[in-house]
């Protein structure tokens, strides 16, 4: 395990992140677990991304933005020398990611138990729909899945209508990787105390079932209506829902605060004694559709320019191609055009700012690279592609 003073970034490092010093091994996954590696990656962290690939591939980039800033390195876990090798390398590592079914590594001889041995300061982070635990843990499942267990697909949609699923926002990333990300640190941070390192559990059940919270509570209140489209966040409410505009593109209204809902009421050119209170539930159809005629009267950009510079909440509903031309997000460099647009590394820090290192490469393009940086030479690289540890 590393020690705090050696992952203290000296003045060379400190535009690599603030995770620089950290060391991970990645066993690739779908979706959730590289996405967060991603994360780790752009901040520093010097992560080995493990998976089936082409030792001697074609330099040209990937297509994956998931794959970005950090070397993929050919292993072949089905060969003894591969497994040793990944071994080894975990001995070095501060963490061990991996995102398969419970039992798949173990079954590989690399499961927790087995690193520990050599690394007893390991952190063991494991992502997966359903948890290592429970009656549905051996069961194959995908975003929609989760956030549906969790409690959490129910409430969104329209009313009258059925849910609508969020992308993989919320499960995949949300409720897994950004748990992953936590869970590692806050484990990291804890054998930094105690020389030993744990298990971290990262179910996206779990952590969709955790983003709940703020629902919990307005229904513990009694302010949340289990139905949906009729509460304040879900399309319910006039002032929190999105418009359509004459030329068939959207505006999104969030103007929640009364002072916010005021300026929104001006640029729509009507008063407060045009409409019922704010927050007077039974009228809020009846606002919607008043809402709805004034907003089919203007194109969403003339809509922009009416509230522009003001606090009203009301901002175009972009496509993710216009985003990456919208003036906000050049001027702050939300995404990166090179090689190819994604966004760029966040959140952002003063002192030692994270970046996207190098564009995603093709699986088992960082082989050679990747080892030699984790101290397998030349030679040893040799007898591992000899023994078949590698493709």
């Not at 010097?46 to 050919?74: C, F, H, K, Q, T």
């Not at 690279?369 to 000899?386: C, F, H, I, T, Y």
Request: aromatic fraction near 8%; charged fraction near 20%; glycine fraction near 12%.
């Amino acid at each position: 395990m590393v020690g705090l003073e050696a992952v203290t970034p000296s003045p060379a490092d400190r535009s690599r992140g603030p995770l620089a010093g950290l060391r991970v091994v990645e066993l690739a996954g779908l979706g959730a677990s590289p996405f967060a590696c991603m994360l780790l990656a752009d901040q520093g962290a010097d992560v080995l991304r493990i998976e089936r690939g082409n030792p001697d591939p074609s330099e040209e980039p990937s297509w994956d933005v998931l794959a970005r800033s950090r070397p993929s390195v050919a292993v072949n876990l089905k060969n003894e020398a591969g497994r040793d090798l990944v071994r080894e390398l975990s001995g070095r590592a501060d963490v061990f990611v991996e995102g398969f079914r419970p039992g798949v590594t173990e079954r590989l001889g690399l499961g927790p138990e087995e690193l520990w041995r050599g690394n007893r300061a390991l952190v063991y982070a494991r992502m997966t729909g359903y948890g290592q635990t429970g009656p549905l843990r051996e069961r194959a499942g995908h975003d929609i899945n989760y956030l549906a267990v969790a409690g959490a697909l129910w409430p969104l949609g329209r009313r009258g209508e059925r849910p609508v699923p969020p992308l993989n926002l919320v499960g995949d990333f949300g409720g897994g990787a950004l748990y992953l990300v936590f869970g590692v640190l806050a484990a990291v941070y804890a054998a930094r105390l105690s020389g030993e390192g744990q298990v971290v559990d990262v179910a996206m059940v779990d952590g969709a079932a955790s983003m709940m919270a703020l629902t919990h509570a307005m229904m513990n209140a009694g302010y949340w209506r289990e139905e949906r489209g009729v509460n304040l966040l879900d399309t319910g409410a006039h002032f929190y829902d999105v418009y359509e505009t004459s030329d068939g593109n959207y505006v999104a209204v969030g103007a929640i605060e009364p002072q916010f809902y005021a300026e929104l009421l001006v640029g729509l050119g009507l008063s407060q004694e045009d409409l019922a209170p704010q927050m007077d539930r039974e009228q809020w159809p009846l606002a919607r559709e008043r809402f709805a005629t004034i907003f089919a009267t203007k194109t969403r950009d003339e809509w922009t320019e009416v509230f522009a510079g003001t606090d009203a909440c009301v901002t175009p509903v972009l496509t993710p191609s216009e985003a990456l031309r919208h003036p906000y997000n050049t001027a702050r460099g939300v995404f990166t055009l090179d090689p190819a647009p994604q966004p760029s590394a966040a959140p952002r820090f003063s002192g030692t700012p994270g970046s996207v290192h190098e564009a995603p490469r093709r699986p088992g393009s960082g082989t050679r690279d990747g080892l030699a940086s984790w101290g397998v030479d030349e030679a040893r690289q040799a007898l591992l592609r000899q023994a078949g540890a590698f493709g």
